[in-house]
């Protein structure tokens, strides 16, 4: 069964500010989820990546197969970017498997 | 856009009771979640549903757990006698294939 590590487990950032949250992971993947939670609880998938980079907007997902790592950075970040973060992988290792979830990062972004 | 619906958004209920929570997946997807998080805790995996049967479960879905897609729309979870640990929010989610999941808003079960 899969690991996932998540860091740092809150941030708070000024607005404008450029975000790094890293996820690392114990077994090889498919491919890695980031996730963003709502206050409300409610759940989206951002991105899923096996290899390389992925840019929507501001944010921008990178991954590290051999070192089993993955970074979410969101650039001048807002306000509304407050929410939980979430980095998750196949539970099993395979691409259409449940997800194994990390403990998430809870981001404020200050005016 | 095509979304995932749950009913009810809350259910209270009392310890040994059975409950069933309801997910209403998109359309064309075909593949099929379960996932719990207790307040102030990581979501976990529950079960994967796929072709009419379960592929896949995690420890946590022992014998009070039961999935069913009765009738090809929905996709239900039922929890045969309900314990106090059981409170949780329980969101379901669909996958076409090869893509992300995508979410319903979950149910918050309240265990009494």
């Known amino acids: 069964k899969n690991e996932v590590e998540q860091s740092p487990q809150n941030l708070t950032a000024q607005e404008g500010e450029f975000i790094t949250i890293n996820c690392s992971y114990s077994?090889?993947?498919?491919?890695l989820h980031w996730l963003q939670q709502h206050p409300g609880g409610g759940i989206v998938s951002l991105f899923m990546?096996?290899?390389g980079k992925k840019k929507h907007g501001r944010l921008i997902a990178t991954i590290n197969i051999q070192e089993k790592h993955s970074s979410l950075h969101i650039t001048a970040s807002h306000p509304r970017d407050s929410a939980v973060y979430i980095c998750?992988?196949?539970?099993?290792?395979?691409?259409?498997?449940?997800?194994?979830f990390g403990k998430g990062t809870h981001l404020i972004i200050q005016p | 856009e095509p979304e995932v619906t749950q009913t009810p958004s809350h259910q209270v209920t009392q310890m040994g009771q059975e409950v069933i929570l309801r997910c209403v997946p998109i359309?064309?997807?075909?593949?099929f979640y379960w996932y719990r998080q207790i307040l102030g805790q990581k979501v976990e995996f529950l079960v994967s549903?796929?072709?009419?049967?379960?592929?896949?479960k995690s420890e946590i879905f022992d014998d009070q757990f039961s999935v069913e897609r009765p009738d090809g729309s929905n996709f239900t979870l039922k929890i045969r006698s309900t314990k106090l640990e059981d409170s949780a929010m329980y969101f379901c989610?669909?996958?076409?294939?090869?893509?992300?999941?995508?979410f319903g808003p979950g149910t918050r079960l309240l265990v009494l």
């Open positions: 359309s064309n997807h075909l593949y």
């Open positions: 077994v090889g993947i498919s491919a």
């Open positions: 990546l096996s290899s």
């Open positions: 989610a669909s996958l076409a294939g090869g893509q992300t999941q995508y």
């Open positions: 998750a992988v196949p539970y099993s290792g395979g691409g259409a498997d449940g997800l194994t």
């Open positions: 549903f796929y072709n009419n049967e379960i592929s896949e």
